[in-house]
Structures are given as structure tokens and as C-alpha cells.
């Protein structure tokens, strides 16, 4: 696993041993920012349930000024801050914090914290047909703070399994669903009021 593009480009990242964290793989990061392009230049940046830190690090590597990674896991967090260091980018526009990402967004909301990009691609749901998806991923949707966390123009990047069907409705709206083997990644919008 590695940094794709950017300043910090071809750069190794460790991965925390165990079954604890599934990295979004190189080639689903490579298809998100192709998507995003320029536009992550000097964004902000949330990345919930981080693991090893590869999106908000791919976005600092491409020019986002600055990214909060949560993660809950304190090994999985010490793991993601040795990899901010092997990059070599000044850590002065990263902010690490060890809570869970509910706890998180509820506290940034009130701060009044703003970010032009959310990254989430927690751990996976159950197969939910015939049912509502009780997912990381839909109790992401569900969460009142979460919205109020987004410019105007921000995007949720929001990884699940197809297995996983989550329904996305108001405030939110899909742009943009990037397919790669099991996993989408959803890229969902703020409905402009």
C-alpha cells in the first residue's frame, strides 16, 4: 500500500497487522482522486474511521491544506501517525484524534468545524435485502451533525460493499457512485437548498 500521486507519491504505508482495519486499496483511492482532481487543492479534509490514514494522507499529498483523521483504535492511530511522518509534509495541517466517529462529528459540529471533503470507508455491512442497512455507512447518512460538517460545495466520499443497499435522502444526493470489485464508493452532495 502506498501514496499514488502527489508531493508524496510512491510512498509506503504500514498497515496495522490483523483483521482490525481493511485499507481502501490503491487502485479505489487512485479512482476517487482521478474524480476529484484539482479541486482537493488547499480543501479540508475529515477522514472518519481512518485506519491507516491513506485517504487523508493522499489528500495532503495532492494539496489539501489540511486533514482531522479519526480513528478509534489508539494502535491503529499510532500506525497512521508513523505513516504522516514517512511522508515527509509538515504535520502542522494534521490533526489526529483516538474517539469514535460519531462521538467526533458530533464535537466538530460544535466547534462549528467545516470541511470541503468527508472520507469514510468504515468497516462493512451485512447483506440487507429486504431490510434497511444498519451500517457504519447508513448511520453515517442517518447522522444529524453530519451535513452541517460540509461547505456548501463539499463532498461525502462514502466507501461500502454492494451487498450493503443504503439509502441516501434528504439532505443528501448522490453525484456519483466508482465501482471496484465488491466495493462502491459513493460520492454524495449536500442538496442545494
Known amino acids: 500500500m502506498r501514496i499514488i500521486g502527489g508531493s508524496a507519491g510512491g510512498t509506503t504505508l504500514k498497515v496495522p497487522k490483523g483483521l482490525g482495519v481493511r485499507p481502501t ?13 484539482e479541486s482537493i487543492d488547499n480543501s479540508r479534509v475529515l477522514e472518519l474511521f481512518a485506519g491507516t490514514g491513506a485517504l487523508g494522507l493522499e489528500s495532503i499529498s495532492r494539496g489539501a491544506s489540511s486533514c482531522v483523521f479519526v480513528e478509534l483504535s489508539k494502535k491503529h492511530s499510532n500506525v497512521m501517525k508513523q505513516n504522516a511522518n514517512s511522508i515527509g509534509i509538515s504535520s502542522k495541517g494534521m490533526h489526529f484524534k483516538v474517539e469514535d466517529a460519531f462521538v467526533a462529528i458530533k464535537k466538530l459540529n460544535n466547534y462549528n468545524d467545516c470541511f470541503d471533503y ?48 443504503l439509502e441516501i435522502s434528504n439532505p443528501w444526493q448522490l453525484r456519483k457512485t466508482l465501482k471496484h470489485g465488491d466495493t462502491l464508493i459513493e460520492m454524495i452532495d449536500l442538496i442545494k437548498a
Open 118 to 165: 468527508i472520507f469514510a470507508d468504515p468497516p462493512y455491512g451485512e447483506k440487507n435485502i429486504g431490510r434497511r442497512s444498519e451500517s457504519f455507512a447508513q448511520q453515517l447518512l442517518d447522522d444529524e451533525n453530519l451535513p452541517s460538517l460540509l461547505k456548501a460545495n463539499g463532498s461525502l466520499i462514502l466507501g461500502h460493499t454492494k451487498r450493503d443497499t
Open 25 to 37: 486499496p490503491d487502485k479505489v483511492r487512485l479512482a476517487i482522486f482521478n474524480s476529484l482532481g
